[in-house]
């Protein structure tokens, strides 16, 4: 494989450019702002410049006065300017900041994320690389498809390689700058029998001959025109334009923004780039802290500047991150220290042990409104979670107490597409006449029901003014349909009547996981093997997990409809919920950490996937997440979780450990741990013996009331050969209450209940 950074451009060697000397800030007032070290980061206005220092020390402040300094002190206009952000929240921001310094200005600078400055240039350009001005930009649903298309049109083997992994490797592919001429025949091993370079290739004509492209391609286009040597005067017109670049977040850019920002770069050479390695958290997306070594590297004589007076955070809550931190190796290292004159020195970081997940979400809630009636502001608080699952518990508990909340940079929990299918097949075992939710799954996951089919269900529910399912039930006892058609319908349509039968002696949870189980849409999401699809996963879990709380599935589906009424109050007035990975960047006042336990944070697949490297970054994760509080951190773990019907108690996070004693106020309740686990070395031990995280075991009877007790045995013991209405003939591998683990002949391993089964 060529070396990505590869281009050619042997420039001359630069000259070296010095540090601005500092100078009194009456020169121009709006230094007032920043300390001396600060100011010489944005009075270096010539040359490259990379500020490297911790959280909190000022870096997106730095950004944003030396954008704004540029501009008035003269040395540019506005769209002589380009920077960089990681969000487009940050974008508005910045530049809503750039224009109170300096007026409507800001407006004309090219200010956004890599995405948007990507598309913005590609739009100009589009023909040099075959596509119209007005190209499409699919969304990851989209070049899935796509691509399934392709391999399908050239008989690659889905089952054996599925396209989501070559999805994956193509988008890596794109996130390093490599375009389809540059990668190589056996560049991604045997991967699609070892086409993948070639159905690249492929991919990459069907998105022209569509007009369209992915986000990765918005920079990779423009990448290659940039290096096309009959096209040099477009690069050229670009680095003479753009005097000074500045870029936020620069731990976590990957190759392929890397390689931009150098071509535009080359000329003038004014490029500031501000991070912090401590806080790169996106290496799974292609992000390579390396390229902050390489900055040094590519543009000698850069001043390299280091901010380590803390603005943010009391001292009690930096040096518990610091602390946090030290136990990663591989760091560039630096130093942090109280900026804040007026500091009182802080509490410490509260660390609160619970009973489960219930608990923390009370506690959790309980705290927030006590902070509310300290007079902190609602968004002045954050919920930063590991995964997006973990949302749900504390969206009940903030609605039932009626805290206004949103959830950051995503959904709320009922609102996930997942979790609106689940539901969808809910709502149709409850209420047959639902046609909205019956056409929401009636093809989810693929039966393959045709347009022709569903049209036909349509057209007689129109005529005869009944509901879809009615429909649908005359129309297989016909002909109308084609016979599969008819017989997929049948299918579906008498599962249906199964689970309904099903309402009044199951346990509800039960019968939930059985529905989204023998409807196949649980096997959907298993297939996909994707991290997202992981994540929605989980969500289907959660969802299982909620519906404990509640005596039915009508109860419950009634309380998702109220939950699902928005109320309208002002972001001020909200908490914020979200994830660690969104966080970063923000602040608050008072920040919650929950569910720091060994397997949620660190999180397992993680540590799985990438040992000890991921580890660190799950470090550098929960670094983020306390950096982000100015004032207060509520560390917060439970020892027992519900996992689908299963309670699994679960180990505090070896972070909790590590946050240094003198920094942290212990809350934990005698006991929750049986004295035993809830000690570094156990901890140590167990995982050592590649013992994971989660030890199955049964949930102590006095400690949560009256536990379900197991229905009598019915009858079946693993080894009996059995017949299922649906699955056919299998021989009983496991029985748990009257849930049956059956190897099925022909459909494999499920879980069913033994009231559809007969022994054979
Ligand atoms: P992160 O690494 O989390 O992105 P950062 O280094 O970008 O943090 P900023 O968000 O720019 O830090 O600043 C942190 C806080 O400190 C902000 O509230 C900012 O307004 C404040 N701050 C920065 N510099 C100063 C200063 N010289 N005087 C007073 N407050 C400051
Ligand atoms: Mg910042």
Same mark, same amino acid.
């Given at each position: ?8 451009d ?65 040395r540019?206009r ?5 920077a ?18 300096v007026?409507?200005?800001a ?9 948007a ?36 049109a050239?008989?690659?083997?889905a ?44 991919y990459?004509?069907?998105l ?28 050229a ?63 000698? +004589? ?13 001292? &009690? ?14 760091r ?13 020195? +802080? ?6 042990g ?9 506690w959790?809630v ?63 075992v ?21 347009d ?27 002909d ?5 058609a ?26 939930? &996981? ?45 309380h ?7 109320d ?17 960047g ?87 741990f049986?004295?035993?686990?809830d ?34 045995e ?47």
């Amino acid at each position: 494989m060529p070396d990505p950074f590869d281009l050619d451009d042997d420039a001359p060697e630069p000259p070296r450019h010095p540090v601005a000397a500092p100078r009194p800030a009456a020169a121009a007032p709006w230094l007032n702002e920043l300390n001396a070290e600060q100011r010489q980061a944005v009075e270096t206005t010539e040359g490259p410049v990379l500020v490297l220092s911790g959280a909190g020390t000022g870096k997106t402040r730095v950004l944003t006065m030396r954008l704004a300094h540029i501009l008035l002190s003269g040395r540019a206009r506005p769209w002589n300017l380009l920077a960089v952000t990681f969000t487009n929240k940050a974008a508005r921001e910045m530049r809503e900041r750039v224009a109170t310094l300096v007026g409507p200005a800001a407006e004309q600078c090219w200010l956004g994320t890599f995405h948007a400055l990507g598309v913005r240039m590609l739009r100009r350009h589009a023909p040099l690389v075959g596509l119209e001005s007005n190209f499409t930009i699919l969304d990851t649903d989209d070049q899935l498809r796509l691509l399934k298309q392709i391999m399908e049109a050239e008989r690659v083997d889905a089952k054996k390689w599925p396209a989501q992994a070559l999805m994956g490797t193509i988008q890596r592919w794109k996130d390093r700058g490599l375009s389809p001429l540059r990668v190589g025949g056996g560049d991604a091993g045997d991967m699609a029998g070892g086409r993948a370079a070639e159905l690249y290739h492929l991919y990459q004509d069907r998105l022209r001959t569509l007009n369209a492209c992915d986000f990765g391609d918005l920079l990779l286009h423009c990448l290659t025109i940039f290096q096309d040597p009959s096209q040099a005067d477009v690069l050229a017109g670009y680095q003479e334009q753009l005097r000074y670049i500045l870029v936020d977040e620069y731990q976590d850019t990957n190759v392929a923004q890397y390689l931009w920002l150098r071509l535009l770069a080359q000329k003038h050479k004014n490029i500031c780039c501000v991070g912090d390695d401590d806080q790169s958290i996106y290496s799974w997306r292609g992000a390579e802290v390396g390229n902050i070594l390489r900055f040094e590297r590519d543009f000698p +004589g850069a001043a390299v500047i280091r901010l380590e007076a803390n603005y943010r955070s009391t001292p &009690a809550i930096l040096a518990a991150a610091a602390g946090l931190i030290r136990h990663n190796e591989g760091r560039l290292g630096k130093t942090l220290r109280p900026g804040r004159q007026d500091a009182e020195a +802080g509490s410490p970081i509260v660390v609160r042990g619970l009973w489960d997940g219930e608990e923390e979400a009370r506690w959790v809630v309980e705290e927030i409104e006590a902070q509310q009636r300290a007079g902190i502001h609602l968004g002045q608080m954050a919920i930063l979670v590991r995964a997006g699952f973990q949302t749900r518990e504390f969206e009940e508990r903030l609605i039932t107490t009626g805290v206004p909340y949103k959830v950051v940079g995503g959904l709320r929990f009922y609102e996930r597409q997942e979790i609106r299918d689940a539901l969808a097949y809910f709502r149709v075992v409850m209420q047959p006449a639902d046609d909205l939710a019956f056409e929401r799954i009636v093809n989810v996951p693929k039966r393959r029901l045709g347009d022709a089919t569903l049209q036909a269900i349509h057209v007689l529910a129109r005529r005869q003014g009944v509901g879809l399912v009615a429909a649908a039930r005359q129309l297989i006892q016909t002909d109308e349909l084609k016979p599969r058609a008819r017989a997929v319908l049948a299918g579906l349509l008498s599962d249906f009547d199964r689970w309904r039968g099903l309402v009044e002696g199951v346990p509800h949870p039960e019968l939930a &996981a059985t529905i989204l189980d023998e409807s196949g849409y649980t096997g959907m999401w298993q297939q996909e093997k994707t991290p997202d699809a992981q994540g929605r996963l989980e969500n289907l879990k959660e969802l299982v997990a909620a519906l404990e709380e509640f005596d039915s599935l009508a109860g419950f589906l009634e309380h998702v409809s109220l939950v699902m009424e928005n109320d309208e109050k002002s972001d001020a007035e909200r908490v914020s919920i979200m994830t660690l990975h969104a966080a970063k960047g923000l602040e608050f006042d008072v920040v919650f950490l929950p569910g720091w336990e060994e397997g949620v944070f660190p999180h397992q697949r993680a540590m799985a996937e990438s040992g000890a490297k991921g580890l660190e970054e799950e470090r550098r994760l929960a670094y983020v997440g306390v950096t982000r509080a100015r004032r207060r951190v509520f560390v917060s773990y439970a020892a027992n979780r519900r996992i689908y019907n299963q309670w699994q108690s679960s180990l505090p996070s070896r972070f909790v450990e590590e946050l240094p004693a003198e920094t942290v106020e212990r809350l934990a309740e005698q006991g929750l741990f049986g004295g035993v686990a809830d000690s570094a070395a156990a901890w140590a031990a167990n995982w050592s013996s590649g013992y994971l995280t989660q030890r199955r075991r049964e949930h102590p009877p006095e400690a949560i009331g009256p536990v379900e007790s197991g229905t009598p045995e019915g009858g079946f013991s693993p080894g009996d050969r059995v017949f299922h209405q649906k699955f056919g003939y299998g021989r009983v591998l496991a029985v748990d209450g009257n849930k049956l683990e059956i190897g099925f002949d022909k459909a494999g391993a499920k879980k069913v209940i033994d009231s559809f089964v007969a022994l054979a």
